[in-house]
């Protein structure tokens, strides 16, 4: 911490005694965002056949969601509850929906036969991509019609991935994943 020299001055110009101040200036905080590689991220294909999530909704207004974080903090305690595991950086996919959006949050060891689970397998179509929340329809549109080119079909779904926060996102440009999931492999 740096230290400042504070000197006061009276009416008259003359000084008083000298006061060294701690600087308060904040610290920058610290978040713990995932960062991806994109060479295992970006413009990739990837074998879901063996991931599971935890599901739950939550609410938007006209798309924007609402207690993204609540929703996701909800969900950890949920997965912790029923013996699941949370592993580090793992994916926090919100799906489409202009009043009500599915979350899912990749969980493991997960005991056989607990609802709210899903199990999407097929493949999905990832790309990483500068998203800030006006750019994300876009941007997902986009990703949907380079999967449809690759694969010949829409994805049976689109999921976005937000990799910043309110901490980061200025600095890593709005970082977002975006999926174009396929419950069965195409042909």
């Known amino acids: 911490m740096t230290e400042r020299r504070r000197v006061k001055v009276t ?28 060479d ?13 999530f935890l599901k739950t ?17 909800d969900l950890a305690a949920k997965a912790r509850a029923l013996g699941a595991t949370v592993p580090d950086d793992a994916m926090l996919l919100m799906g489409d929906g202009r009043f009500r959006r599915p979350l899912l949050l990749e969980v493991e060891d997960v005991p056989p036969g607990t609802k709210g689970i899903e199990r999407p397998g097929g493949i999905a179509y990832t790309r990483i991509v500068p998203a800030s929340y006006g750019e994300l329809a876009r941007v997902a549109e986009e990703t949907a019609l380079k999967a449809t080119r690759r694969y010949g079909r829409k994805p049976d779904d689109t999921y976005v991935w937000y990799l910043t926060c309110r901490v980061c996102s200025t600095e890593r440009n709005f970082e977002t994943l975006i999926a174009a999931h396929y419950r069965r492999r195409p042909e």
């Not at 009416?11 to 994109?38: F, K, N, S, V, Y």
């Not at 295992?40 to 063996?50: A, F, G, H, I, L």
């Not at 909704?57 to 903090?73: K, L």
């Open 11 to 38: 009416d008259q110009g003359a000084t008083i005694q000298p006061t060294i101040e701690p600087d308060i200036t904040p610290e920058p905080e610290a978040c713990g965002c995932p960062h991806l590689d994109p």
């Open 40 to 52: 295992d991220w970006d413009d990739v294909e990837s074998d879901w056949s063996d991931i599971t």
């Open 57 to 73: 909704m939550t609410n938007a207004v006209m798309g924007v969601p609402v207690g993204y974080a609540s929703a996701r903090e």
